[in-house]
């Protein structure tokens, strides 16, 4: 009997997939992904053992059209287990994770859940037709263990346990992605479609980047004005690039907002890459306002045809397609599944979000893990690091050191204001001695100084909107969208000219254009007066003679401070930064804690608020105060060894690392031609879900979860092709929702709703 991995449309089943051929090409493609890592030989064993279950009849009948629910994921992991032993089998327990997760995510090893790894290995019953030990024969069961082992469980190594999860994560992502391809390359056959795009690798087109990247500077530098900052900058560049021959690692960047920190920390990726050989350059950004202006700048300077701007603005609800999987137990398997995957960040150069990066570093979805084998050898340059959220900052400290030292990959900690991760000020921090890239910070910090912050107690708005009427050009930024929005109506309802509202409730494509206006205006000294939340602080290249900042923590005040004076033309006695008490409007807990935090540790300090100093003291003092809480969830204790077993609690974890927590929802505005066309494509099932979601990520809103349930139920916004696309695109439909100056108003959504019944 042929048993087959896939079936085709053909009576004769010339264009079934034989299973044999299936494992054999997953296990080969899987032990590629892995090279990088040194895990070939797991990788290879996943793949040869993934669908074991396909040789059970009941499958095959359930391909031929049967009704009937068929686990395939089980038995090639209980089977790798009963075929080894010693420390083989703990090897072979690490695979099994990945094979039994494939469909259904990473388990959990113990729980109540008859989905858990314990329970599942329990259960099996063996119904496999024994043909499968002749057609998989030859396959190599000893000697398992890689020999870079040694470093993960030696007795100096406290933390091998999570060490061991880490590397689990990168076989399952090796699996998925190989079975995901595969899978792809079947059904693109029998059906005479393309795939969809294969990138340049890295080395191949690093020459030309590079050249791209020098010539990009050199026209900067021609027409930049002289002046310390400009030369500074330049120093700046020169001497990170100096330092690209560095062993791989971790490495810091601090260099004062203006600095030219983003250029700077591109060239020594790209240098530091074609010295050490490594795959990729993945720029990880903490806030979805500002990523397609770095994207936007990096396509600039090396070209449209290496960059992936990749963030989580739209995909697949998880709730969705765990909904789907429960229908059809066979889902992953079908051709839906093609049109629902995202990125597997495949391209040399990868521009993503924090929430994107860290969330799938430590997801269990397939969805999002496949993406994790082409992080390892890769240059991490994670800009703003300060803003990586406190209740996850001990998990991600210790993901960050595990892909340093046992994947290759050199992460840069890029920010004006460097929190401190190092030992020994950090607990189980960071080895970061003598890994700064920058030409004395100190002295940077000093030199580069253009602003001078003033706290002066409570402002309410009608001395926010007196203090904008008496300066030409200035910027409020405010902590709550809330806050913007009314202290914009109020400005606007007493007659106050050049007024501009910058908040998440517009669109990306919608900010950009703003501050294409924006920058317009400040360079023609033009009035200029902008109300905004805090998206505008990180990145944002725009320079204000006045700031007004809401109490906040010392390190979003400083980043305020960037956007004033940015160039250093005016006199730093001028170049006023207010810092103001918001008494109607109270700032969210976590900023509160923050307020506190550079209280207790400005008290009594009589030097430069703005100084490296200050700055470290005041993460000391929020560290100190968080505590236990840097690590709210126990996230690394969820990964034990036992005395003959690993217990990782895959699940738990991926349900409590949510780097936002929060309800919000996308909806796709209209907002131009382009967007208009975009959408248009949905309608053809031809073009994949993920190529659409990357170009719409910029005309995505995110909005409260209960608004967005509001905007559908009263037909506001539809879901775009439903039958086709499911409920992954949902799109304003009531144009006059979307407001040109405010964005999108979902408090009118049950408003309009009313309104209608009139008409």
């Not at 790894?117 to 398992?144: K, S, T, Y």
């Not at 990066?357 to 997801?363: G, I, K, M, R, Y």
């Amino acid at each position: 009997m042929v048993y087959y991995a896939h079936s085709g449309s053909l009576d004769d089943r010339s264009d079934w997939e034989p299973l044999a051929g299936h494992l054999r090409r997953t296990a080969e493609r899987a032990a590629q992904f892995a090279a990088g890592s040194g895990l070939e030989k797991l990788a290879y064993l996943a793949g040869l053992f993934h669908d074991l279950g396909k040789y059970n009849p009941d499958f095959q009948r359930r391909l031929e059209g049967a009704k009937i629910q068929v686990d395939h994921s089980t038995a090639g992991a209980r089977l790798l287990l009963d075929l080894t032993k010693g420390v083989d089998r703990v090897m072979a327990e690490l695979v099994a994770y990945a094979i039994l997760g494939h469909h259904a995510g990473l388990p959990d090893r113990k729980t109540s859940d008859h989905s858990c790894f314990a329970e599942r290995i329990r259960r099996f019953q063996n119904r496999l037709d024994p043909c499968w030990q002749e057609e998989l024969a030859g396959c190599e069961l000893e000697n398992l263990m890689p020999d870079w082992f040694g470093r993960v469980l030696t007795r100096d190594n406290p933390h091998h346990a999570f060490d061991l999860s880490v590397i689990v994560r990168m076989l399952f992502s090796c699996l998925v992605d190989a079975d995901y391809k595969e899978t792809e390359r079947y059904y693109a056959a029998i059906e005479g479609r393309e795939v969809d795009r294969n990138w340049p690798l890295l080395q191949d087109v690093l020459p030309d980047l590079r050249a791209r990247f020098d010539a990009h500077m050199a026209r900067l530098n021609a027409g930049a004005a002289g002046g310390e900052v400009n030369r500074l900058r330049r120093e700046v560049l020169e001497h990170v690039r100096c330092k690209a021959g560095m062993a791989p690692g971790l490495f810091t960047l601090t260099v004062p907002t203006g600095g030219g920190k983003t250029l700077a920390s591109l060239g020594f990726a790209l240098d530091h890459a074609a010295a050490h050989g490594l795959s990729r350059i993945i720029y990880a950004i903490p806030f979805t306002s500002i990523i397609d202006q770095t994207a936007r700048t990096f396509r600039d300077v090396l070209g449209e045809d290496c960059v992936l701007e990749h963030h989580s603005a739209i995909e697949l609800d998880e709730a969705a397609a765990r909904r789907k999987a429960a229908a059809e137990a066979d889902w992953p398997e079908t051709r839906d599944r093609l049109k629902l995957a995202m990125e597997d960040w495949a391209a040399p150069i990868v521009v993503t979000t924090n929430v994107q990066f860290f969330e799938s570093l430590f997801a269990a979805r397939t969805s999002r893990a496949r993406k994790l084998h082409n992080v390892a050898g890769s240059v991490i340059i994670l800009d703003e690091a300060q803003t990586i959220p406190l209740p996850l900052l001990k998990p991600c400290v210790r993901m960050l050191d595990t892909l340093a030292r046992l994947f290759r990959c050199s992460i840069v900690l890029c920010t004006a204001t460097q929190p401190a991760l190092g030992k020994p000020n950090f607990a189980d921090g960071l080895d970061l001695e003598g890994r700064e890239l920058a030409p004395e910070p100190k002295r940077l910090f000093h030199v580069l100084r253009r602003t001078r912050v003033e706290r002066v107690g409570p402002m309410n708005n009608d001395a926010l909107v007196a203090a904008l009427c008496e300066a030409q050009q200035g910027l409020v930024i405010v902590n709550s969208r809330r806050h913007a929005l009314d202290l914009y109506r109020q400005a606007k309802a007493e007659g106050l000219d050049d007024l501009i509202h910058l908040t998440t409730r517009q669109c990306a494509a919608h900010r950009r254009a703003i501050l294409k206006g924006v920058r317009e205006r400040l360079k023609s000294e033009l009035p200029c007066r902008v109300i905004a939340t805090s998206l505008i602080e990180a990145g944002v290249d725009v320079d204000f003679p006045r700031v007004w900042r809401a109490e906040a923590g010392l390190d979003q005040v400083l980043q305020a401070a960037g956007r004033c004076n940015r160039e250093g033309r005016r006199p730093v006695e001028a170049s006023i930064v207010t810092v103001f008490e918001a008494p109607d409007y109270k700032p969210p807990r976590e900023i509160k804690s923050l307020i506190g935090s550079a209280e207790r540790a400005i008290s009594g300090f009589a030097g430069d608020l703005q100084s490296l100093e200050a700055i470290e003291r005041y993460f000391r003092e929020v560290y100190w105060q968080k505590g236990e809480g840097l690590d709210a969830g126990n996230i690394c204790k969820k990964f034990q060894i036992g005395l003959n077993e690993t217990d990782f609690a895959f699940r738990q974890v991926a349900d409590k690392f949510r780097m936002i927590e929060s309800d919000m929802q996308p909806v796709v505005v209209v907002w131009d031609e382009e967007a208009k066309e975009t959408v248009n494509k949905l309608g053809q099932e031809r073009i994949s879900s993920g190529q659409v979601a990357r170009e719409l990520q910029s005309y995505v809103v995110q909005t409260p979860a209960k608004a967005r349930a509001l905007l559908i139920e009263n037909g506001h916004v539809v879901f775009a092709h439903p039958g086709l696309r499911g409920d992954q695109f949902a799109v304003l439909k009531t144009e006059s929702l979307y407001d040109p100056d405010v964005g999108l108003l979902w408090e009118d959504a049950d408003y309009l709703a009313k309104e209608d019944m009139f008409f």
